[in-house]
């Protein structure tokens, strides 16, 4: 496959950083922002409590770990607070993750999982991305 033909699709959704309170962290943010946060809610599939603040071209996620065994909780422990993935919107998920397969990508998620306020997600490991972990995004029909 060409570059030529990978999908020009993709948007920019969010960045996830990962704090260990979220109270805290979403005061210094909003100050940060000059805006309220929005969307807070549990991502029980992740072991994560989630909110949004916007910015005028993308959104930051702040995630904070409910559960010490959550994938987000073993990264704070082993590098502290801070970026913890780039998320990217796309029409199709399936078709994305299905076509990185067969390009030989590491996916920790073949198949998308529920994600924050009715998305499918998947990640792609980020040895296959230069040490960037990855989330593909997409709205719920
Ligand atoms: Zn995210």
Aim: negative net charge.
């Amino acid at each position: 496959m060409t570059p030529m033909s990978i999908p020009s699709n993709w948007q920019l959704d969010h960045i996830g950083i990962a704090v260990s309170s979220l109270d805290a962290a979403l005061e210094q943010y909003e100050t940060l922002l000059g805006t309220r946060h929005y969307g807070r809610e549990h991502v029980d599939s992740q072991g994560v409590e989630v909110a949004f603040l916007d910015t005028s071209n993308a959104r930051i996620e702040l995630l904070a770990p409910l559960d010490p065994e959550s994938s987000v909780a073993k990264f704070i422990n082993k590098r502290g607070e801070g970026m913890h993935h780039t998320a990217f919107l796309v029409n199709d998920i399936q078709r994305e993750l299905d076509r990185l397969i067969t390009l030989g990508w590491d996916l920790i998620h073949p198949q998308p999982i529920s994600g924050a306020h009715g998305k499918w997600v998947a990640f792609l490991h980020p040895r296959s991305a230069h040490g960037v972990l990855i989330e593909l995004c997409s709205y719920k029909n």
